[in-house]
């Protein structure tokens, strides 16, 4: 049993698996799409580690690794709402597409009629970027002004009363630089040109600094300085603001289910059977997968009597109609609960052919690596949720904790500073990950997107793909906040730090760590579920089948009757040719 189970239950399912096609399959389309996701993955996780050494605020980038971070965050936030809304839409639409060659030859389609998957795609394209456009132009014209809150300060000078203009009498007071004149360039009036201002003009600090410092007093109160953010700048708040949502909760289930998992790998990896046990799990996995071919028979009738009685299917629609909407649900929590009977059943067949027919080709030491990783995991979720209770969150902060263990690192070897952000920022996606997948599989909401070596399907690339882009904003601007002290130069900082932190409307999630609060309560509510109910269950096969049997009994009508004939042949049908899946 394997990827090809659920496809061989459904071949005429185009709506939902009929092109959920490995990545063997349509290599162009393929190869096109992990290009595109390796460029994106390797364009935007190189800032992530890099943020806090390279690039500042200054006028001068060579002072400061020599890189124009203010491009390239601008580039960053613009590269992310592409992704998000145009290239992974576009490829999802075309690799979705049916080209009319699908059912071609079968009673549901006779007449092949080729369509254009390019055209089909591209219609659906403009009709997400219009939506998008008019969505974010209104945001931006509403939304796009910063409240930055400044103190003033001022120098009284010796005489208390400030230098006012500088004279021949008190420039000795003061610190100036005069700016140096271009001797061959003129400009069209006569004046002066001046050469940009350079580090060699400015003297050293001495005594008169210090003394003038001392009597620098500051303004009562504050005074907010409100200014317009660039385009780049508020499309980087609002993905932020956007994938928060997200983040803090899939993030949050992420923090505690990866190094449960990784554990639990370790201690339920395949073992050595005696006969008996080796003749029970036979028998077990038999049954399951009798159950489910089953299931999947019944599922399949379903359809086909619908398409017979000119019936379309409930499942992804929307209807004013009370009993509409409860039959799309439960149609759709059948086949969620059967998808993920089925992934579970995969992997148990996984770890009885690791130890029965594939045991020369199982790697024994991959659960010993997963328990090293989940060790590893499990000190690193700790230390995230220490570093954002102690930091993150009080203002001022209680200890600097990770900042200070970066900079001791960048006072010796700095690259071992950089690759400790790297390892605590990629950990959080991953994390966000592993949390869209746990609850999934637990709750039954959406389907479950898998990623397996040889077995991933397009569409869980590209979902993956997405959700890593989604995560992306909000993690680097949880990161920025966390090791602000390390990172207190960089671009980043200033533009998440100030920009926008003070931003109309979303300033108020920001400000009060509304997302932060609600990431860690997820992280806690989800260690208390998981030390209650550490592994996935199975959906129950009997409630499956009773369901499917009750809808199909309560949808009664002339329609279910004049379908009853054809559906009894394409079940006899169905059990004759599925009767070589049944055996392992």
């Not at 069209?188 to 400015?202: F, I, K, R, S």
């Not at 002339?558 to 899946?581: C, P, T, V």
């Amino acid at each position: 049993m394997d990827e090809s189970f659920f496809d061989g239950m459904f071949p005429g399912s185009a709506s939902t698996v009929g092109r959920c096609r490995p990545l063997a399959f349509d290599r162009r389309t393929v190869s096109l799409t992990q290009f595109y996701t390796i460029l994106y993955l390797f364009y935007h996780i190189l800032p992530l580690v890099h943020a806090p050494t390279l690039g500042c605020a200054g006028f001068d980038t060579a002072i400061c690794g020599g890189l124009n971070m203010n491009a390239y965050w601008e580039a960053i936030f613009w590269v992310v709402p592409v992704w998000t809304f145009l290239m992974i839409p576009f490829m999802t639409f075309y690799y979705e597409a049916d080209d009319g060659t699908l059912m071609a030859g079968t009673a549901y389609a006779p007449n092949v009629v080729k369509k254009s998957r390019l055209c089909q795609a591209l219609c659906y394209e403009i009709f997400v970027v219009i939506l998008v456009g008019l969505i974010m132009g209104i945001f931006y014209a509403t939304l796009s002004t910063s409240h930055i809150p400044v103190q003033e300060y001022f120098g009284l000078g010796q005489n208390g009363q400030g230098i006012g203009r500088i004279t021949t009498t008190n420039q000795n007071l003061l610190r100036f630089v005069i700016p140096r004149v271009n001797e061959t360039i003129k400009q069209a009036n006569g004046t002066d040109v001046y050469l940009p201002m350079e580090l060699n003009q400015l003297d050293n600090w001495d005594a008169r600094d210090t003394a003038w410092l001392n009597t620098v007093k500051a303004k009562d109160g504050t005074d907010t300085i409100s200014l317009t953010v660039s385009v780049a700048t508020f499309w980087g708040g609002l993905m932020a603001w956007f994938g928060w949502f997200v983040f803090c909760i899939f993030g949050g289930i992420g923090l505690t289910a990866m190094p449960l998992d990784l554990i639990l790998a370790f201690k339920n990896r395949p073992k050595h059977m005696d006969a008996v046990e080796f003749a029970e799990a036979q028998v077990s996995l038999r049954e399951r997968t009798n159950e489910l071919v089953e299931i999947g028979e019944m599922i399949k009738i379903e359809r086909d009597e619908k398409e017979q009685a000119g019936m379309t299917s409930n499942f992804g629609t929307w209807s004013m109609d009370r009993d509409t909407r409860k039959a799309a649900k439960d149609e759709k929590q059948a086949l969620l609960g059967f998808k993920q009977a089925v992934y579970l059943l995969e992997k148990d067949v996984e770890d009885f052919q690791a130890v029965a027919t594939n045991y020369e080709n199982y790697n024994p030491l991959i659960p010993y690596f997963c328990l090293l990783l989940g060790i590893i995991a499990i000190v690193v979720s700790f230390i995230w949720f220490i570093q954002i209770i102690v930091y993150v969150i009080p203002n001022p902060p209680l200890t600097p904790l990770l900042n200070s263990y970066f900079k001791w690192f960048d006072s010796w070897f700095p690259l071992f500073g950089v690759l400790s952000v790297a390892l605590f920022t990629v950990y959080l996606l991953l994390c966000g990950l592993k949390g869209c997948f746990k609850f999934g599989l637990r709750f039954l909401f959406f389907q479950i997107h898998p990623m397996k070596v040889g077995k991933t399907y397009m569409s869980s690339f590209l979902f993956n793909t997405g959700l890593v882009i989604l995560c992306a904003m909000p993690v680097v601007q949880l990161c920025q906040d966390a090791f602000a002290d390390y990172a207190a130069f960089a671009n980043i900082r200033q533009i998440f730090g100030v920009q926008i932190y003070y931003l109309t409307f979303f300033g108020v999630f920001w400000q009060n760590n509304i997302f932060v609060y609600v990431f860690l309560v997820i992280s806690i509510l989800t260690a208390l579920y998981l030390w209650c109910k550490p592994r996935d269950q199975s959906a129950n096969p009997e409630a499956l089948r009773d369901r499917l049997r009750s809808r199909k009994a309560g949808a009664g009508g002339d329609a279910g009757a004049s379908a009853s004939s054809g559906g009894n042949g394409a079940s006899q049908s169905m059990r004759q040719s599925s009767r070589s899946s049944r055996e392992i």
